[in-house]
Each structure stands twice: as C-alpha cells, then as structure tokens.
C-alpha cells in the first residue's frame, strides 16, 4: 500500500518521481523512433532500402506489443521501482550497442531485444505515476507523464536528427545512451517503493477484452488509427524529401513544429478529456485526417510542410492522451491489465503500420504512404463516431487511482 505525506517531503518527491517517470517516457518513446529521423542515412550507412529500413520501427513494435501482456502478467509481483530501473538498464546497453553495430541483422536484433523493455514500460508507467501523488491528482500526474510524447517529439527526434547531421547517426545512439543513464539514476534515487498491485495473470489479461465492450472497442479504435498514423509518420523524412525538397535541416524544423503542436495539443486535452474523452477522441482524428490531406494537397514548399505538420501534431496529441483515458476509464479496476492489452494493440500496430508503410513507399511510392495514413485514421474516427458513447464510460477524473491499494491478484 502506498501512503502519502509521511515525511514533509513526501510531496515534493511525489512529483519528482512523476518527473522522472516522465523523462522514462521521453527515453523509451525517442529511442522506438529516432529511426524515423534517421531512416535515410541510417539506410544508406547500412546499404539496405528505406523500406527496409522501416523495419527497424517494426521489430521494435512487435516486440513492445506481442510480448508486454505476458511479460507483465510474469512480473505482476515484482516491484515496479525495481522493474523500471531494469527497463531503463535493458534501453542504455541496446542504445550502445546499436551505435557500435557493424551489420543491420544485429541492429534488428538488438531493437527487437530493446522493443520488450519498452512494452513493458508503456504498460506500468502511467499507472505508476498515479500511485505516486495524492488521489486527487492521479489524473494531472498521467497527463503530465504523457506530455513526454509531446517532449520527446519537440526536442527528443529533431535534436536527434540534427544532431546526426553534425556527427552522425552512431554518435547520435550513443548520446542516447548516455542519456538512458541519467534517466535511470533518477529513478533509482527519487522513486520511492513501489510493490506491485492490480496485476493479474496471463489468462485474465486476455478476458478482458472479451467480457469489457468499452475495452475492446477502445482497443480496435487504438489499432486503426496508431496504424494510419505511424504508418505515415514513419516515412515522413522521406515524403518530405520527394515532395518539398527537405534538407536535413528543414526536415529538423518541421518535426519540431510537429512536436510542438503535439505539446499544445496535450495541454488542450488534459483539460477536456475528463470531461469528454470521446468527444476529444473524435475531434483529435477529424485533425489527424484533415492534417494528412494538407500533408499531400499543400507540402510541396516549406511553409505547407510546416503547417501540415503543427496540424498533425496538435491532433496526435489530443487523440494520444484522449485513448490513454478512454482506456482508464472502460478499465478503472485493472487498469495496468487494460494497458498492457493497449500496449499490445498500439505497439504491434506501430509496426504494422510501419511495415505496409515500407511496402507502400517500396512498391507505390512515399506519396502512397500518405494515402494510407488517410484510409486507416478515417476509419478509426468512422468507428468512434459509430459506437456512440460505449467507448466513454464515466471517467475516474479525480477519483482515487486504480491502481492504489488494491492487493496483486493470485495466478
């Protein structure tokens, strides 16, 4: 059980600890895709395709996804302090030895390795952070903890792009290496224990969906639209090469824009989605379709590009924190549980989405890429609007977290 205000810091702590969880976030999520950035002289240093390329986003993502669940389920008595500290210890060794890799089968090997750490970490981090703070803060702390999308693509993947056009894409790896152990380090010292509760086995994270309606039409949402949206976003360097003549420079600028739109986009929604995490929903994925249409009708200069761009992040960040909620509310009880299933959906999704991304760009070309992102977004908010409001429940907003004090289940 974890109590609050034993000591005159504990309060101070509390959001250190939301803090460090947060730069987890920004490590864990910069390092899935950094080869987004990259994905051309990566490509070209490795003496592979750019859609083979993509492949390094993919393995990443089925290992997040496929493997989260059970690894979760297996490690439901460990303490959470303990099992983030090794996610974070996995992330800093994979960082280092893909910037020293000699061949692309060992990088593939060592992100598919890295992709487990990260899936495991998607599932417990919010859930964490809740458990931190006071009651009535459990919901600004999840908010908080995913502004570190909104980070990592404001700094996170421009710095690194930029940062390979000055030294190179192994240099780059191995900054993030580094940066791993400082992000470790933090955890270790600021977070306090953190045993396990509201985990559940194997075989009853798997019921979930099959007795939760709200879960699984959360989930099916999660799988159409993180499908059109990586599928397109993964291959966005290389569209913006073809279409507006990028340099490395520009392609900088614009993921910053992208990034920082997705900063304002999770502000607007940490004030409406407890309110109305549907409607929120619904509106970020009218944004996310609206953003690729301008990516295709007016990204042929740097000024489309870039409003294209901010558009499409303002939307990723409504939408990505409106379905994080959607999911705590349709699964108050077995929240962790929930995420570990949406972590599943969203990561394998990511590389799907990744990989008919790869296809696309080898076979139709980038622009057909693009199309595809329209197509599968479209369908997500078609499946939203559809379902009334069955996906929206009535959310905790500043109820006591889940995942509190809650005894672990048994196997």
């Known amino acids: 059980m974890i109590t609050h205000g034993t000591h005159p810091h504990a309060t101070v702590r509390s959001w250190l600890g939301v803090a460090a969880i947060t730069a987890s976030l920004f490590a864990f999520l910069t390092t899935e895709l950094m080869p987004v950035g990259l994905l051309t002289p990566m490509s070209t240093s490795l003496r592979i395709s ?80 809740m458990r931190l703070v006071a009651e009535r803060h459990a919901s600004r702390a999840a908010a908080i903890v995913m502004s570190g999308i909104s980070i990592a693509a404001v700094v996170g993947i421009p710095v690194g792009t930029l940062l390979e056009s000055l030294t190179g894409w192994r240099t780059t790896f191995l900054i993030w290496a580094g940066l791993s152990v400082l992000v470790f380090l933090a955890v270790v010292t600021v977070i306090p224990s953190l045993p396990s509760t509201n985990a559940v086995s194997v075989r009853e994270v798997f019921g979930l969906p099959l ?132 972590t599943m959906a969203y990561n394998t999704s990511i590389a799907l989405g990744a990989l008919f991304g790869g296809l696309f760009a080898d076979h139709l070309g980038v622009t057909s890429v693009v199309w595809f992102g329209v197509t599968l977004t479209a369908a997500s908010l078609l499946l939203t609007v559809g379902t009334r409001r069955k996906t929206s429940r009535a959310l905790p907003g500043d109820t006591p977290a889940p995942t509190r004090t809650q005894p672990a289940d048994r196997a």
């Open 211 to 342: 007795k939760n309606v709200p879960l699984r039409l959360v989930l099916f949402t999660v799988v159409l639209f993180v499908l059109g949206h990586f599928g397109a976003y993964t291959f966005v360097r290389p569209y913006l090469e073809h279409s507006a003549a990028a340099t490395p420079f520009f392609i900088t600028a614009a993921l910053m824009a992208y990034g920082a739109g997705g900063a304002a986009g999770n502000f607007v929604a940490g004030h409406t989605v407890t309110r109305n995490p549907r409607g929120s929903f619904i509106v970020g994925c009218a944004g996310l379709v609206t953003s690729l249409l301008l990516l295709l009708t007016i990204a042929h200069g740097q000024a489309g590009s870039i409003i294209a761009l901010a558009v499409w992040g303002v939307s990723f960040g409504v939408v990505q924190l409106s379905q994080i909620t959607m999911t705590q509310a349709a699964a108050p009880d077995t929240f962790e549980a929930a995420m570990s299933l949406n």
């Open 50 to 129: 750019v859609g083979a390329a993509g492949l390094m986003v993919t393995l990443y993502g089925v290992s997040a996804g496929l493997g989260v669940p059970f690894i979760v389920a297996w490690t439901r008595r460990v303490n959470r302090r303990v099992l983030l500290s090794t996610l974070l210890a996995i992330l800093t060794l994979g960082n280092t030895i893909t910037a020293i890799s000699p061949n692309y089968p060992l990088v593939l090997t060592t992100r598919l390795i890295m992709g487990f750490a990260s899936g495991v970490f998607w599932a417990i981090g919010v859930s964490m952070a």
